[in-house]
């Protein structure tokens, strides 16, 4: 089965118009807009795109549209549905899992390696990001939550300082970030973000490589009662 979320409210093209983007054709700006909508929730898994409708609201012609959205299409964030055109795409429970497993792996290395090449400066600002996201567990803003975590993400993977490394990981993020947000929104997964953020912390600031892997590894990966709850916790399913 596949899992759809439910859907975001339109958004005016006002609100949605591509930023400028230095070099950048139309229909790559058009990419990187319709990509964070997608990413942001703004846009849902299964929700259908119509390429007159985008076309009216970023107030272009049809062939950029079609160019973001073939370029969309082939990293896996829309796909092309029978009798149903061009939608976001929905990822299977099976696939979703293996892909978190995957994203476990990959955070893993990237916390390894960020343990053995991260400079001062940059174990600094990961403890920097950390006291935020304390505040914003305090404050009980799960959306100012979910914002600074992917601050202390990024930087984690910018201190691994292994570029193919750190792209793939952001590649694998963004792909499964619908429903990852979701698991932010979980009973005590805020706090337990806190603790598990601790150690990979610690670990990287004792450059224990090995506990760094080990502790970046068991933060993103849904295992026993953890994988039952977001499974559980997931919007109704829907198709094959």
């Known amino acids: 089965m596949s899992i759809m979320t439910g859907h975001a409210p339109a958004l005016a093209a006002e609100d949605v118009r591509p930023r400028p983007l230095s070099g950048g054709t ?66 299977s429970i099976p696939v979703l899992l293996e892909m978190f497993q995957m994203m476990a792996a990959l955070e893993g290395l990237c916390a390894k390696l960020a343990a053995r090449r991260a400079t001062i400066a940059e174990r600094r600002a990961l403890r920097e990001i950390h006291e935020r996201l304390i505040q914003s567990l305090s404050n009980n803003d799960p959306d100012r939550f979910y914002a600074v975590n992917l601050e202390f993400h990024e930087l984690l993977y910018d201190a691994a300082h292994a570029q193919f490394i750190a792209s793939q990981t952001r590649n694998l993020r963004r792909r499964v970030a619908a429903y990852r947000r979701s698991v932010t929104h979980q009973p005590g997964r805020m706090a337990a973000t806190i603790g598990e953020h601790d150690r990979i912390l610690d670990a990287i600031e004792r450059a224990d490589a090995e506990a760094a892997f080990k502790a970046a590894l068991d933060h993103v990966n849904l295992l026993g009662d953890d994988m039952a709850d977001f499974i559980a916790g997931l919007p109704q399913a829907v198709g094959d």
């Open 26 to 91: 139309l229909s790559e700006e058009l990419r990187v807009a319709l990509e964070e909508m997608i990413v942001s929730g703004a846009l849902q898994p299964g929700e259908r795109l119509d390429e007159a409708e985008l076309a009216a609201r970023f107030k272009v012609s049809r062939t950029p549209v079609r160019e973001a959205v073939k370029a969309l299409v082939a990293t896996g964030l829309l796909e092309v549905r029978p009798r149903q055109g061009v939608t976001v795409a929905t990822i």
